[in-house]
T-cell receptor, first 112, second 116 residues
Framework: GDSVTQMEGPVTLSEEAFLTINCTYT??????LFWYVQYPGEGLQLLLK?????DKGSNKGFEATYRKETTSFHLEKGSVQVSDSAVYFC???????????FGAGTTVTVRA | GAVVSQHPSRVICKSGTSVKIECRSL??????MFWYRQFPKKSLMLMAT?????????EQGVEKDKFLINHASLTLSTLTVTSAHPEDSSFYIC????????????FGPGTRLLVL
Protein backbone atom coordinates (compact mmCIF):
# COMPACT_ATOMS: atom_id res chain seq x y z
CA GLY A 1 0.00 0.00 0.00
CA ASP A 2 0.91 3.67 -0.16
CA SER A 3 3.22 4.98 2.53
CA VAL A 4 5.24 8.04 3.45
CA THR A 5 8.48 8.17 5.41
CA GLN A 6 9.81 11.45 6.73
CA MET A 7 12.81 12.29 8.83
CA GLU A 8 12.38 12.04 12.54
CA GLY A 9 12.60 15.08 14.70
CA PRO A 10 12.71 17.08 16.65
CA VAL A 11 14.68 19.62 14.69
CA THR A 12 15.94 22.73 16.44
CA LEU A 13 17.36 25.63 14.46
CA SER A 14 18.41 29.21 14.90
CA GLU A 15 16.64 32.00 13.03
CA GLU A 16 17.81 32.45 9.44
CA ALA A 17 19.15 28.90 9.28
CA PHE A 18 18.43 26.59 6.34
CA LEU A 19 15.78 23.94 6.90
CA THR A 20 15.43 20.62 5.12
CA ILE A 21 12.95 17.91 6.03
CA ASN A 22 13.34 14.73 4.04
CA CYS A 23 10.32 12.84 2.75
CA THR A 24 10.20 9.72 0.62
CA TYR A 25 7.19 7.76 -0.51
CA THR A 26 6.03 4.43 -1.80
CA UNK A 27 3.05 4.38 -4.12
CA UNK A 28 1.81 2.87 -7.31
CA UNK A 29 1.02 5.05 -10.25
CA UNK A 30 1.33 8.81 -10.00
CA UNK A 31 0.40 10.14 -6.58
CA UNK A 32 -0.09 13.76 -5.59
CA LEU A 33 2.26 14.94 -2.85
CA PHE A 34 1.64 17.41 -0.06
CA TRP A 35 3.22 19.14 2.88
CA TYR A 36 0.95 20.10 5.75
CA VAL A 37 1.90 22.27 8.71
CA GLN A 38 0.37 22.22 12.18
CA TYR A 39 1.00 25.24 14.36
CA PRO A 40 0.54 24.88 18.11
CA GLY A 41 -3.12 24.56 19.04
CA GLU A 42 -4.32 24.63 15.43
CA GLY A 43 -5.44 22.13 12.82
CA LEU A 44 -3.30 20.94 9.93
CA GLN A 45 -3.03 23.40 7.08
CA LEU A 46 -1.95 22.70 3.55
CA LEU A 47 1.46 24.29 3.03
CA LEU A 48 2.17 23.25 -0.55
CA LYS A 49 1.53 20.49 -3.04
CA UNK A 50 2.72 19.00 -6.31
CA UNK A 51 0.65 16.80 -8.54
CA UNK A 52 3.14 15.47 -11.09
CA UNK A 53 6.80 14.67 -11.50
CA UNK A 54 9.21 17.62 -11.50
CA ASP A 55 6.51 19.99 -10.22
CA LYS A 56 7.72 22.36 -7.55
CA GLY A 57 5.31 23.42 -4.85
CA SER A 58 6.06 26.65 -3.00
CA ASN A 59 4.47 28.79 -0.33
CA LYS A 60 5.65 31.12 2.46
CA GLY A 61 9.28 30.65 1.41
CA PHE A 62 9.03 26.86 1.56
CA GLU A 63 9.66 24.71 -1.49
CA ALA A 64 9.46 21.04 -2.39
CA THR A 65 10.08 19.32 -5.72
CA TYR A 66 8.35 16.11 -6.78
CA ARG A 67 11.19 13.74 -7.71
CA LYS A 68 9.83 10.57 -9.19
CA GLU A 69 13.28 9.07 -9.83
CA THR A 70 14.11 9.21 -6.13
CA THR A 71 10.47 9.01 -4.91
CA SER A 72 11.10 12.06 -2.77
CA PHE A 73 9.46 15.35 -1.87
CA HIS A 74 11.88 17.07 0.48
CA LEU A 75 10.80 20.33 2.09
CA GLU A 76 13.24 23.25 2.17
CA LYS A 77 13.34 26.81 3.39
CA GLY A 78 16.36 29.01 3.02
CA SER A 79 15.93 31.22 6.09
CA VAL A 80 13.58 30.14 8.86
CA GLN A 81 11.84 32.39 11.36
CA VAL A 82 10.59 31.76 14.87
CA SER A 83 7.06 31.73 13.45
CA ASP A 84 7.96 28.63 11.40
CA SER A 85 8.04 26.56 14.58
CA ALA A 86 5.45 23.85 13.98
CA VAL A 87 4.95 20.19 13.13
CA TYR A 88 5.35 19.42 9.42
CA PHE A 89 3.66 16.42 7.77
CA CYS A 90 4.43 14.97 4.39
CA UNK A 91 1.47 13.27 2.73
CA UNK A 92 0.38 11.64 -0.49
CA UNK A 93 -2.84 10.91 -2.27
CA UNK A 94 -2.83 7.89 -4.50
CA UNK A 95 -3.66 8.26 -8.15
CA UNK A 96 -6.79 6.18 -7.78
CA UNK A 97 -7.89 7.31 -4.36
CA UNK A 98 -9.01 10.34 -2.40
CA UNK A 99 -7.43 9.26 0.86
CA UNK A 100 -4.37 10.92 2.29
CA UNK A 101 -1.47 8.90 3.72
CA PHE A 102 0.66 10.86 6.17
CA GLY A 103 4.20 10.64 7.43
CA ALA A 104 4.86 10.69 11.17
CA GLY A 105 5.44 14.43 11.33
CA THR A 106 8.58 16.39 12.12
CA THR A 107 8.60 18.91 14.94
CA VAL A 108 10.60 22.01 14.09
CA THR A 109 11.58 24.59 16.68
CA VAL A 110 13.24 27.82 15.60
CA ARG A 111 15.03 29.82 18.29
CA ALA A 112 15.62 33.56 18.13
CA GLY B 1 -9.20 28.97 3.91
CA ALA B 2 -12.29 27.22 5.13
CA VAL B 3 -12.76 26.65 8.85
CA VAL B 4 -13.42 23.37 10.61
CA SER B 5 -14.04 23.25 14.34
CA GLN B 6 -14.03 20.40 16.83
CA HIS B 7 -15.65 20.17 20.20
CA PRO B 8 -14.51 19.51 22.82
CA SER B 9 -10.84 20.32 22.46
CA ARG B 10 -10.02 17.92 25.26
CA VAL B 11 -12.02 15.50 27.35
CA ILE B 12 -11.30 13.21 30.26
CA CYS B 13 -13.66 10.35 30.94
CA LYS B 14 -13.91 7.22 33.04
CA SER B 15 -13.37 3.80 31.59
CA GLY B 16 -16.63 2.29 30.34
CA THR B 17 -18.33 5.56 29.47
CA SER B 18 -19.03 6.92 25.99
CA VAL B 19 -17.69 10.16 24.59
CA LYS B 20 -18.99 12.16 21.64
CA ILE B 21 -16.75 14.43 19.57
CA GLU B 22 -18.24 16.94 17.14
CA CYS B 23 -16.73 18.18 13.91
CA ARG B 24 -18.29 21.17 12.19
CA SER B 25 -17.59 22.95 8.93
CA LEU B 26 -18.29 26.59 9.72
CA UNK B 27 -18.33 28.26 6.33
CA UNK B 28 -18.86 25.55 3.75
CA UNK B 29 -20.90 22.44 3.14
CA UNK B 30 -18.86 19.34 3.84
CA UNK B 31 -20.04 16.50 1.66
CA UNK B 32 -17.27 14.29 3.03
CA MET B 33 -15.69 14.21 6.46
CA PHE B 34 -12.72 12.17 7.56
CA TRP B 35 -11.80 11.01 11.04
CA TYR B 36 -8.18 10.42 11.97
CA ARG B 37 -6.42 9.22 15.05
CA GLN B 38 -2.94 10.39 15.95
CA PHE B 39 -0.69 8.57 18.37
CA PRO B 40 2.26 10.35 20.01
CA LYS B 41 5.11 10.79 17.53
CA LYS B 42 3.15 8.83 14.97
CA SER B 43 1.42 9.72 11.78
CA LEU B 44 -2.28 10.40 11.40
CA MET B 45 -4.18 7.19 10.86
CA LEU B 46 -7.39 7.41 8.86
CA MET B 47 -10.17 5.75 10.80
CA ALA B 48 -13.19 6.31 8.60
CA THR B 49 -14.72 8.37 5.85
CA UNK B 50 -18.28 9.64 6.08
CA UNK B 51 -20.44 11.09 3.37
CA UNK B 52 -23.46 13.16 4.31
CA UNK B 53 -26.55 11.04 4.65
CA UNK B 54 -24.85 7.67 4.26
CA UNK B 55 -23.04 5.17 6.44
CA UNK B 56 -19.39 5.72 7.19
CA UNK B 57 -16.72 3.63 5.50
CA UNK B 58 -14.26 2.31 8.05
CA GLU B 59 -10.62 1.49 7.45
CA GLN B 60 -9.38 -2.01 8.04
CA GLY B 61 -8.84 -2.73 11.70
CA VAL B 62 -11.15 0.01 12.99
CA GLU B 63 -14.08 -1.30 15.01
CA LYS B 64 -17.36 0.05 13.70
CA ASP B 65 -19.24 -0.64 16.90
CA LYS B 66 -16.54 1.00 18.97
CA PHE B 67 -16.24 4.19 16.96
CA LEU B 68 -19.68 5.31 15.86
CA ILE B 69 -19.70 7.96 13.17
CA ASN B 70 -22.71 10.00 12.16
CA HIS B 71 -22.78 12.58 9.39
CA ALA B 72 -26.35 13.77 9.61
CA SER B 73 -25.94 17.17 7.97
CA LEU B 74 -23.64 18.96 5.58
CA THR B 75 -21.97 20.82 8.42
CA LEU B 76 -21.76 18.28 11.23
CA SER B 77 -20.21 14.90 11.80
CA THR B 78 -19.87 13.18 15.17
CA LEU B 79 -17.55 10.46 16.42
CA THR B 80 -18.71 8.56 19.49
CA VAL B 81 -16.19 6.41 21.31
CA THR B 82 -18.33 3.79 23.04
CA SER B 83 -17.37 2.01 26.24
CA ALA B 84 -14.06 3.82 26.27
CA HIS B 85 -10.92 2.16 27.59
CA PRO B 86 -7.53 3.66 28.45
CA GLU B 87 -6.11 2.38 25.15
CA ASP B 88 -8.60 4.65 23.35
CA SER B 89 -6.77 7.66 24.75
CA SER B 90 -5.47 9.55 21.77
CA PHE B 91 -5.72 12.68 19.66
CA TYR B 92 -8.68 12.57 17.28
CA ILE B 93 -8.72 14.84 14.26
CA CYS B 94 -11.43 15.43 11.70
CA UNK B 95 -11.20 16.97 8.28
CA UNK B 96 -13.84 18.04 5.81
CA UNK B 97 -14.10 18.33 2.08
CA UNK B 98 -16.62 20.21 -0.03
CA UNK B 99 -18.30 18.98 -3.18
CA UNK B 100 -15.91 18.76 -6.11
CA UNK B 101 -12.83 19.70 -4.03
CA UNK B 102 -10.95 16.52 -4.99
CA UNK B 103 -8.04 16.14 -2.58
CA UNK B 104 -8.49 19.43 -0.73
CA UNK B 105 -9.39 18.90 2.92
CA UNK B 106 -9.59 21.32 5.82
CA PHE B 107 -8.64 20.01 9.21
CA GLY B 108 -10.06 20.64 12.64
CA PRO B 109 -7.75 21.44 15.57
CA GLY B 110 -8.21 18.01 17.11
CA THR B 111 -9.64 16.58 20.33
CA ARG B 112 -7.45 15.13 23.04
CA LEU B 113 -9.20 12.17 24.74
CA LEU B 114 -7.92 10.75 27.99
CA VAL B 115 -9.66 7.70 29.40
CA LEU B 116 -8.92 6.96 33.04
Amino acid sequence: GDSVTQMEGPVTLSEEAFLTINCTYTATGYPSLFWYVQYPGEGLQLLLKATKADDKGSNKGFEATYRKETTSFHLEKGSVQVSDSAVYFCALRGSNDYKLSFGAGTTVTVRA
Amino acid sequence: GAVVSQHPSRVICKSGTSVKIECRSLDFQATTMFWYRQFPKKSLMLMATSNEGSKATYEQGVEKDKFLINHASLTLSTLTVTSAHPEDSSFYICSARGRGWQETQYFGPGTRLLVL
